[in-house]
């Protein structure tokens, strides 16, 4: 089953605008994860967010976590068209990196 | 050279034929991971190993079965492979004193036919 669930699925916006993606998860996790895959290609992890940390920052990256929602959000902000490409998150519910459990991801496409 | 190797990248073969899908690792992570996706379905998680001993079963391991041959090895085998188990194939490794998240391979596209 999947723990979480992206939204939206797909996303498209012009160059230069932000991005933002959703997370939504069912059960109580330790941390999430976003990671970013091209077209096919292995996932690479952009950001960990801890379950006591509400907010963090990471380039032109920034996420929330919002656990008594049990969501988070990605915003991507100036975005590139090197920025096209598929998000994940993902959830972690034990201490220390264990048995991510990933969403069904974004879409996100950017119009140059 | 890449951090997570896998081989093949690409893969067909035939409905019944055993198929094994290799890993390295040059990360000198104790934990490995492999994950299949599905387009819509996300990730999901086959086996994992914490150790060279410690094999555990993931979401969906039926018609799947996987051997750590090393710290730095790990395979994941197809008995006799199905339609069903066309997917791309993804091995990670992490390291759980880090927050860096998984290390993920380039991935095995694998398709039975």
């Known amino acids: 089953s999947q723990q979480g669930e992206e939204d939206p699925q797909a996303l498209s916006i012009q160059e230069g605008e932000n991005a933002t993606m959703n997370c939504s998860y069912k059960t109580s996790i330790n941390n999430l994860q976003w990671y970013r895959q091209n077209s096919g290609r292995g996932l690479v992890h952009l950001i960990l967010?801890?379950?006591?940390?509400r907010e963090k920052h990471s380039g032109r990256l920034r996420v929330t976590l919002d656990t008594s929602k049990k969501s988070s959000s990605l915003l991507i902000t100036a975005s590139r068209a090197a920025d096209t490409a598929s998000y994940f998150c993902?959830?972690?519910?034990?201490?220390?990196?264990?048995?991510?459990?990933f969403g069904t991801g974004t879409r996100l496409t950017i119009i140059p | 050279d890449a951090d997570v190797t896998q081989t093949p990248r690409n893969r067909i073969t035939k409905t019944g034929k055993r198929i094994m899908l290799e890993c390295s690792q040059t990360?000198?992570?104790?934990?490995m991971y492999w994950y299949r996706q599905d387009p819509g379905l996300g990730l999901r998680l086959i086996y994992y190993?914490?150790?060279?001993?410690?094999?555990n079963k993931g979401e969906i391991s039926d018609g799947y079965s996987v051997s750590r041959q090393a710290q730095a090895k790990f395979s994941l085998s197809l008995e006799s492979a199905i339609p069903n188990q066309t997917a791309l194939y993804f091995c990670?490794?992490?390291?759980?004193?880090?927050?860096?998240?998984?290390?993920f391979g380039s991935g095995t596209r694998l398709t039975v036919v």
């Open positions: 190993s914490f150790d060279v001993k410690d094999i």
């Open positions: 967010i801890r379950s006591n940390e």
């Open positions: 993902a959830t972690g519910s034990n201490f220390g990196n264990e048995k991510l459990t």
């Open positions: 990360k000198g992570h104790d934990r």
């Open positions: 990670a490794t992490s390291d759980p004193n880090r927050p860096d998240g998984y290390t």
